[in-house]
């Protein structure tokens, strides 16, 4: 045994724990199977290195905002998961390995006790925690010294690519901010169209009931505008009034209102189920999934359930040829509660 391991026995015995069983995994230096197992050790860590690297650069380059074509779009995700995963994996496959294979065999007995361990004991142990390195060996090990480097830095790099997503203000030039309804200002203002692509008059919705409508732009009825849908509804005289004084005290929907017609996202905000159910008597709007209900006549205020947040309500406007139009999008981030924001 090397003077730095009677050190640290010297060190556990103070401290009352009694090595009883100690087995180098490789007593000869430089065997031919401490080399194979030092390989494979070093291409787990080189494959977490290539695939941090992967999910980096899939995560800033993957052509995954092209939705109206997007077959790659589809595996965007799917390939974050992967990549991440096989990087996770392997980091931790390498780990056991080195436990498994290169840290010597050892039991050690210990007595419990209380208090804090004396100075001349802690020194000990930190001579305990050196010698600990010393067994694996990464110091005469300049493969694993560097695969070990490259994969804490693949890792690393897959680790904080997200946090630029997470610390920009989500209002700035953000794509989760924006729907179909979205439109450059100067250019006409997308009609409300139905599934089919018929444009959609006031007179087309009787009083007190409600159609679902999409913009009028390609692929707006399509799942590739799938945070669009939204739910037109005409309201009758008294419940209109009540709409319209809700909305000039916020500051969100004020002028949103077009006669007795409003129109509010048709995503949940709880969960991003479609709320969908319209009670025309009580003037509330119910999601099936979660039983969350938003009174239209408030903002469509959640009055029940899960949700938090009002549903977004879409700006109305009738163009020249009778249609109903959306002046612009919706003015807060549509869909469930973690984009809440002060009403």
Request: hydrophobic share 40%; glycine share 10%.
């Amino acid at each position: 045994m090397s003077d730095r391991f009677e050190l640290v026995r010297e060190g556990a015995r103070r401290d009352g724990v009694e090595i009883v069983h100690y087995a180098p995994r490789f007593p000869v230096p430089g065997t031919r199977a401490e080399r194979r197992v030092e390989r494979t050790i070093g291409l787990l860590f080189l494959v977490t290195f290539l695939a941090g690297i992967g999910f980096a650069a899939g995560y800033v380059a993957w052509p995954w905002r092209h939705r109206l074509g997007g077959d790659l779009a589809v595996l965007y995700t799917p390939m974050l998961g992967v990549t991440l995963g096989i990087a996770l994996l392997s980091l931790g496959f390498g780990i056991v390995t080195v436990a498994k294979k290169l840290l010597p065999e050892e039991v050690s007995v210990q007595h419990r006790h209380e208090d804090a361990s004396p100075r001349d004991e802690q020194q000990l142990t930190g001579a305990t925690l050196a010698n600990l390195g010393t067994e694996v060996g990464i110091t005469r090990r300049p493969l694993l010294k560097y695969t070990l480097g490259l994969g804490g830095l693949g890792a690393g790099v897959a680790a904080v690519m997200p946090l630029g997503a997470l610390i920009k203000d989500p209002h700035q030039n953000n794509q989760m901010m924006t729907t179909g309804w979205a439109h450059t200002t100067g250019t006409a203002p997308i009609r409300l169209i139905r599934e089919d692509g018929s444009p959609v008059r006031p007179e087309d919705v009787s009083v007190g009931g409600q159609i679902t409508v999409f913009p009028d732009i390609p692929g707006g009825t399509t799942n590739a505008h799938a945070d669009s849908p939204t739910l037109l509804i005409h309201l009758r005289d008294d419940d209109a009034r009540k709409a319209a004084d809700a909305a000039a005290r916020s500051t969100k929907n004020r002028g949103a209102q077009w006669g007795n017609y409003v129109a509010f996202s048709k995503i949940c905000t709880h969960a991003g189920c479609p709320a969908s159910l319209y009670e025309q008597q009580t003037n509330k709007l119910l999601c099936p999934c979660h039983q969350s209900q938003f009174l239209i006549t408030d903002n469509a205020r959640p009055i029940f359930g899960p949700a938090t947040r009002r549903l977004p309500q879409l700006p109305l406007d009738v163009d020249a040829e009778g249609y109903f139009v959306a002046k612009h999008d919706f003015p807060e981030a549509i869909g469930p509660g973690f984009w809440e924001r002060p009403a």
